[in-house]
T-cell receptor, first 113, second 113 residues
Framework: GNSVTQMEGPVTLSEEAFLTINCTYTATGYPSLFWYVQYPGEGLQLLLKATKADDKGSNKGFEATYRKETTSFHLEKGSVQVSDSAVYFCALTVSGNTGKLIFGQGTTLQVKP | DGGITQSPKYLFRKEGQNVTLSCEQNLNHDAMYWYRQDPGQGLRLIYYSQIVNDFQKGDIAEGYSVSREKKESFPLTVTSAQKNPTAFYLC????????????FGSGTRLTVV
């Protein structure tokens, strides 16, 4: 079946540190991959996406590359800020599917000044 | 601007009472979804609907009911049969069969008192 696995949190970093949140997936067909961010008390917002192998999604300094050979979509940022503290969800949707998203469990990021 | 609106943001309910959470979208999306999120947890799918007058159970439908009489609206009723209803509820919408991902509302926090 289709599934998404994220690294467990919380991830705690100092401001300006490099961030990596790992995401791997299992999917039939050719998935599109997403990262969503959830700030405290709010809904989820789309952060970035990639629709085919080797695509790189980017937004607000965050990047993730769709790696078909390793079935991964790791989220990276070169220098995190306190305002990046949030929960990050990796997700996929598969061609031929209803469009329904399959989410990972989420990874909490805490950035300290 | 198009978007998805959940109301109210905070809701308190006495034990034994039914309560309805509102979700409205003006994005012309075909599909709508309801998720439950508990503290420190991921998203669990309650119900989803891909077309007016039709909906399907998700992973945790027991104790909940929905209706989809209009494309724009997908209200969720938390019934007295739901044993532990205190949670954060998220509504989302999307185009069916695409790889665009979801748009989320800002959530309703339900507390049973």
């Amino acid at each position: 079946g289709n599934s998404v696995t994220q690294m467990e949190g919380p991830v705690t970093l100092s401001e300006e540190a490099f961030l990596t949140i790992n995401c791997t997936y299992t999917a039939t067909g050719y998935p599109s991959l997403f990262w969503y961010v959830q700030y405290p008390g709010e809904g989820l917002q789309l952060l970035l996406k990639a629709t085919k192998a080797d695509d790189k999604g980017s937004n607000k300094g965050f990047e993730a590359t769709y790696r078909k050979e390793t079935t991964s979509f790791h989220l990276e940022k070169g220098s995190v800020q306190v305002s990046d503290s949030a929960v990050y969800f990796c997700a996929l949707t598969v061609s031929g599917n209803t469009g329904k998203l399959i989410f990972g469990q989420g990874t909490t990021l805490q950035v300290k000044p | 601007d198009g978007g998805i609106t959940q109301s109210p943001k905070y809701l308190f309910r006495k034990e034994g009472q039914n309560v309805t959470l509102s979700c409205e979208q003006n994005l012309n999306h075909d599909a709508m979804y309801w998720y439950r999120q508990d503290p420190g947890q991921g998203l669990r799918l309650i119900y989803y609907s891909q077309i007016v007058n039709d909906f399907q159970k998700g992973d945790i439908a027991e104790g909940y009911s929905v209706s989809r009489e209009k494309k724009e609206s997908f209200p969720l009723t938390v019934t007295s049969a739901q044993k532990n209803p205190t949670a954060f509820y998220l509504c989302a919408s999307s185009f069916t069969g695409t790889k665009d991902g979801y748009t989320f509302g800002s959530g309703t926090r339900l507390t049973v008192v």
